[in-house]
């Protein structure tokens, strides 16, 4: 069974951080590139991060490069996302989520079509409040 389970989310006052952790199984983790995309209370889905299947390279979002660090770890089929420098606006629902494509390295100008990603965690909730 294909699961990806997310955690870390919690309250944060502006300027802190907190580390978002996607630990997966049901499939081969180091053959698929990763995503992270969240939702604001009210708003929809929005990419934020992205990574390939080997850990070569990272993509960002403009809203947080800079800012956010996406890695992974395949011998523990694990997928990280540190968030520095919070801010108001990084409130909401962060989700991890699987490239559909296998064994394939993702342009840049693609990462944001959520379309893409054919499954995903059920989220973890990050609130940025002072």
């Known amino acids: 069974q294909v699961q990806l389970v997310e955690s870390g989310g919690g309250l944060a006052q502006p300027g802190e951080s907190l580390r978002l952790s996607c630990v997966v199984s049901?499939?081969?983790?180091?053959?698929?590139?990763m995503s992270w995309a969240r939702q604001p209370p009210g708003r929809g889905l929005e990419w934020v991060a992205g990574?390939?299947?080997?850990?070569?390279?990272?993509f960002y979002s403009d809203s947080v490069r800079g800012r956010f660090t996406v890695s992974r770890d395949n011998t523990k089929s694990a997928l990280y996302l540190e968030v520095n420098k919070l801010k108001a606006e990084d409130t909401g629902t962060y989700y991890c989520?699987?490239?559909?494509?296998?064994?394939?390295?993702?342009?840049?100008?693609?990462?944001?079509?959520?379309?893409?990603?054919?499954?995903w965690g059920q989220g973890t909730q990050v609130t940025v409040s002072s």
């Open positions: 990574i390939y299947s080997d850990g070569s390279a990272t």
């Open positions: 989520a699987r490239d559909q494509h296998h064994q394939y390295y993702r342009p840049f100008n693609s990462w944001a079509n959520l379309n893409e990603f054919d499954v």
């Open positions: 049901g499939f081969p983790f180091s053959e698929y590139g």
